[in-house]
């Protein structure tokens, strides 16, 4: 059992709401069904997280629906309104009141995120105050803290710099900073050819499903 508590970011896959870049080369009823697949695989991890779970829908109004999407004790705090800095300061704050201190925060569109890869950055919150995953597109899939963040307001959300904004702003802040592997997260149709690949030999249902469906929007086996 850790201490850490899992967070999960998502929103309530619905045609033509998220995945937009994505809809937009394969179609929105498709980019529909793959957001549907991926928060599937997010949260099976979260069902296999061996600590606090809280799930986070992107509004208050998402509670109700948020509160069946496991059969383990969790907690759903919805987000606030703002930019994603503010939304994911204002779950800190709010955990934090609630003793909950390490956090390992992810959204529900990085399927070759394992749970190697969380515990590995569970097991650096011991020695840094920060943690972060890396996705190719510049920006982070995972973020960890132990002693709280700098002012993410300001940060370039959704800019290539992200990542490198987010370390800079957290050693600025007096934080020691921890990279656990790298993990992309799906945006683009490119991305579904490299999850169709990398989830080949990964054994958890929710992978394999969602990489049958990225073979049929691919034409591929």
């Known amino acids: 059992m850790t201490e850490t508590t899992l967070i999960l970011f998502c929103k309530r ?22 957001a549907k697949g991926l ?16 799930i986070s829908p992107n509004s208050p109004e998402e509670a109700v ?13 919805p987000q606030s309104e703002g930019n994603l800095g503010e939304r994911i ?16 925060v992810i959204g529900s569109d990085a399927p070759e995120l394992s749970m190697e890869l969380l515990l590995a950055a569970d097991r650096l919150l011991d020695e840094a105050d920060v943690v972060f995953s890396a996705a190719e597109d510049g920006g982070v899939s995972l973020m960890g803290t132990r002693s709280g ?14 990542g490198q904004a987010l370390a800079t702003g ?3 802040n007096q934080q020691s ?45």
């Open 177 to 221: 900073v921890a990279w656990v592997a790298d993990c992309s997260d799906v945006d683009r149709l490119m991305d579904l050819q490299r999850i169709h690949d990398a989830l080949r030999d990964d054994s958890r249902p929710a992978r394999q499903a969602l990489r049958r469906l990225v073979g049929q929007v691919l034409g591929k086996s």
């Open 39 to 54: 928060l599937a695989c997010a949260l099976e991890d979260a069902q296999r997280w061996p600590g606090p779970v809280v």
């Open 13 to 34: 896959p619905a045609p033509g709401f998220g995945k937009q870049r994505l809809a937009a080369e394969i179609g929105t009823e498709l980019a529909f069904e793959i």
């Open 89 to 104: 300061e204002s779950i800190d704050r709010q955990l934090r009141h609630c003793g909950l201190h390490r956090q390992i």
């Open 149 to 162: 963040w700098p002012a993410l307001k300001v940060m370039p959300w959704s800019i290539e710099t992200l």
């Open 170 to 172: 957290c050693e600025r």
């Open 65 to 77: 629906w948020a509160e069946g999407l496991l059969t383990r004790e969790y907690e759903v705090v």
